[in-house]
């Protein structure tokens, strides 16, 4: 919410800002700093304010200490400060900055990361609850326009937070009024250690431009509605990498490199393969099963497939609900309840549709099992899957970690495990 | 970014809405209904505004028609014409409504679903180029507080839009000066008939409070910041939704029946389901190699776990590239080629990781067939996972549609196949 030209004296030809944030998105970091050096100041000053923070400081290391702390010079304090989280040489790099900036980039940085104190901007207009509005609308003229935020200020009252005001309430109010009749006193301020995500929820909830950081009951920072909207989707980004079992790219798919690609993904996928030996050594105990009655084997996909399917979408739905917060670990057993209803609702479906052709084609005690099966698996999925988010947060952990990949590979194991349990009964007992 | 209490008498309880807002994210339509009713009115409609439209739709389907015209008057005209294309008594409850809010929204509703026409607020100043600071100064003051977005207006010269101007820049600016001294001409406007996403990712792409809605030339509407958070969220969830293989619920999970839920997930199921009887043919067609070799089938279920999981993977890295613009259709062969690279380097590993204990407990033939499998669902993976979402792009689709399940069928199926063919060359070679 700054006003476009602040804190660079040359205005960004904005097109070409555009054209260059585009071909950044495009190549490496180190090709994206060649394109950073030959381009005008200004311009590259306003394409690098829309990457992720973590690509800002593998571009910012490629590049020259003057030209770097150039660019640095023109970030928003809240941004630099995020993007200094993501360097091992933030102390060098503060070094070149004016006084104030650096000043202002530490009390930013002292803060725990993804807290609310990193995220907000420590330069704004702080109005008086005993000034007169005229006095208040002359500050609001006169204050530099790097200061944010001058649509709400927040209002004190001997160096304590009272309420916010809006610009336009200001603007509709006589000049001799003191600030405080047009305070709205109805506002719950922020705290610095509050986790962001949470924090850019309320502004989405509550449709403020811009809500107080208090500390000590006075205001320290605020968090403008734009920041909000770049902090929910780095947690969206972050949630749809988590949920398929990758980590964050943390920087546009094409200006990853393949390492960067293969890493992202590695972890979970060994670990899925090595919980997957488990399903190696299931099928292995009932080796003897799967001998007698080979045919056992040709639904091990389509049951293992459903299962996983079906867990997938409970732990989506239940994941995503949480992060918006509909859900709370204390819903556990109501969601439990809900997921295993809708488990034996899907899974009867699909057996219902299973049973005539599977009696047919090959016979009567098969399909008994591999609908026994998919009621089963459907249960499982939806259990398991409704289950361990609300589990990993009641401990704590950010339910969008169980992802994917670890409910099938869960799903899986034991799926076969009941298999071939019923197998073992209906064939046996049948015998 | 109306302010507190626009267009109420009374001011809504904050308090209290959101705790009324809380419980309606908690229980079905019928029973939030009959909160609603008995909530005083002002706290009902601030509760309102920050469900989904369907959800909106459902709540005010249960109540009197003079409780729903009085909470439909109190809703800002986007909100408005959003819920009501959710509703087949649109023009029922529109004819409750004084004619000015019924005129607006028929305005809305004009334009196609999803689109920026349905989005924007039709209630906005519009600046002249030509009057004076001072006098738009005065416009701002006494305009209706339910007129939006006054701190990024339009400007327009003989009803052609020209730019937009800031509320600051023009109390910064001399009373007498034109207002198109002040004016920002720099601003691509939107078209009514542009993607309500692209037009919220532009907001936060640029930052700007405002964005000007022009048709033939005349602002006909401005969409504003926090429209565009609300947007973004809906295509967050719907796309989180999708991403599993279940259509949105369009309401918090624990307001959704159970009916509703098992809705929400039966399509993609089944049709999962149905094309994993594929899995079985295939399986069937080899069941002569399983007889003779058994331990083939041990491996089924890791092989397609790995493959499926590596699928998920990529489609989810695609389809979020896609969604917020890093990636489009054309990039088709370069993220193809990139993706296969890395189906490559994991299926690699997992091959290494796998050859010396199936060698050593099973049997060097069967350790060929596993890791040669490996490396080709990790690569069939990747490839269907990162080419299916760009080639429904560049069908005019939505890339979130092609799910995780969608993509694991398909691996398990050809990863099926590959693996046997494999087996058959290798053992029958080998004997």
Redesign the interface.
């Known amino acids: 919410?700054?006003?476009?030209g602040s804190s660079t004296t040359t205005e960004p030809q904005?097109g070409e800002a555009?054209a260059l944030r585009r071909k950044l998105?495009a190549v490496d970091p180190v090709k994206g700093a060649a394109l950073l050096r030959s381009a005008p100041i200004e311009n590259a000053g306003a394409a690098l304010r829309?990457l992720d923070s973590n690509h800002q400081a593998r571009l910012l290391e490629q590049l020259g200490s003057q030209k770097r702390t150039a660019l640095l010079t023109m970030m928003p304090p809240d941004e630099r400060a995020r993007m200094l989280s993501e360097t091992d040489s933030a102390a060098t790099w503060l070094d070149g900055l004016p006084a104030d900036q650096r000043e202002d980039t530490r009390r930013l940085v002292q803060h725990p990361p993804e807290s609310v104190g990193r995220m907000m901007t420590p330069r704004f207009l702080e109005l008086s609850a005993t000034e007169s509005v005229g006095d208040a609308?002359d500050r609001?003229?006169c204050c530099e326009t790097d200061v944010e935020a001058?649509?709400r200020m927040p209002v004190e009252d001997n160096g304590h937070f009272v309420g916010m005001v809006?610009?336009?309430?200001l603007?509709?109010e006589r000049d001799d009024a003191p600030v405080a009749s047009v305070a709205?006193r109805?506002v719950e301020p922020l705290s610095p250690t509050d986790d962001q995500e949470v924090a850019a929820r309320r502004?989405?909830?509550t449709?403020e431009?811009t809500l107080p950081v208090v500390h000590g009951g006075a205001v320290i920072g605020v968090v403008t509605?734009?920041d909000?909207?770049?902090i929910?989707?780095l947690e969206?980004?972050e949630?749809?990498?988590l949920?398929?079992?990758?980590s964050p790219?943390r920087r546009?798919?094409?200006a990853a490199s393949?390492f960067r690609?293969?890493r992202s993904?590695?972890t979970?996928?060994?670990a899925?393969?090595a919980a997957?030996?488990l399903?190696?050594r299931v099928?292995?105990y009932f080796?003897s099963e799967?001998?007698e009655v080979?045919?056992l084997?040709?639904?091990?996909?389509?049951l293992?497939?459903?299962g996983?399917?079906?867990g997938?979408?409970a732990?989506?739905?239940?994941?995503?609900?949480m992060a918006?917060d509909?859900?709370c670990v204390r819903?556990l057993p109501?969601?439990v309840w809900?997921e295993i209803?809708?488990g034996v609702?899907?899974g009867g479906?699909?057996a219902v549709?299973?049973a005539g052709p599977i009696t047919l084609v090959y016979e009567a005690r098969l399909a008994i099992v591999v609908c026994l099966t998919l009621v089963s698996v459907c249960i499982i999925g939806t259990a398991a899957g409704s289950a361990l988010p609300l589990a990993v947060g009641r401990l704590g952990g950010d339910p969008a970690v169980v992802s994917?990949?670890f409910i099938?590979?869960f799903v899986?194991a034991t799926g076969?495990l009941v298999y071939f349990l019923y197998a073992r009964t209906v064939f046996e007992v049948s015998v």
Chains 1, 2 share one sequence.
């Open positions: 919410m700054t006003e476009p904005r555009e998105t829309d609308l609001v003229r001058v649509y809006s610009l336009r309430e603007l509709r709205d109805d502004i989405l909830t449709e431009l509605i734009d909000a909207m770049e929910l989707q969206e980004a949630d749809a990498a949920s398929s079992g990758a790219l546009p798919y094409l393949l690609l293969v993904r590695v979970w996928l060994v899925a393969a997957g030996v399903t190696v099928l292995a080796e799967l001998e080979v045919a084997a040709l639904f091990i996909p389509l293992l497939g459903a996983g399917n079906i997938a979408q732990t989506t739905t239940v994941v995503r609900a918006v509909d859900l819903d109501r969601v809900r209803r809708v609702m899907l479906l699909l549709l299973a994917a990949p099938t590979t899986d076969l």
